[in-house]
């Protein structure tokens, strides 16, 4: 059974900071690109940031470049994301997802984490 399972979020207030981390278990992710995507309420899912098996393609909503930096450990199957300088509208929940291939569109990706709430107080 694949698995993706975020931990990290939380509350934090605007400029402070938060790293989400992604565990994938129940198959190879050899090859895959792993996104990360945010939802708030009564919006629709947004790409925030991605990244290839190899490192080589990495992209980042306009939103978040500058603040937001997605690294991943292949060894371990594990993606993180780094969140500095947090605003009140990062506020969401943060989904982790894999693509079997470079891709930004989220129907692309097959496989899907639960969620983790990330709330930023002003």
């Known amino acids: 059974q694949v698995q993706l399972v975020e931990s990290g979020g939380g509350l934090v207030q605007a400029g402070g900071s938060l790293r989400l981390s992604c565990a994938a278990s129940?198959?190879?992710?050899?090859?895959?690109?792993m996104g990360w995507f945010r939802q708030a309420p009564g919006k629709e899912r947004e790409f925030v940031g991605g990244?290839?098996?190899?490192?080589?393609?990495?992209s980042y909503a306009d939103s978040v470049k500058g603040r937001f930096t997605i690294s991943r450990d292949n060894a371990k199957n594990m993606v993180f994301l780094q969140m500095n300088s947090l605003k009140p509208e990062d506020t969401a929940v943060y989904y982790c997802?894999?693509?079997?291939?470079?891709?930004?569109?989220?129907?692309?990706?097959?496989?899907w984490g639960q969620g983790t709430q990330v709330t930023v107080s002003s």
């Open positions: 129940g198959r190879t992710f050899s090859g895959y690109t």
């Open positions: 990244m290839s098996w190899s490192g080589g393609y990495t």
């Open positions: 997802a894999a693509a079997p291939k470079w891709t930004t569109y989220s129907r692309a990706y097959s496989y």
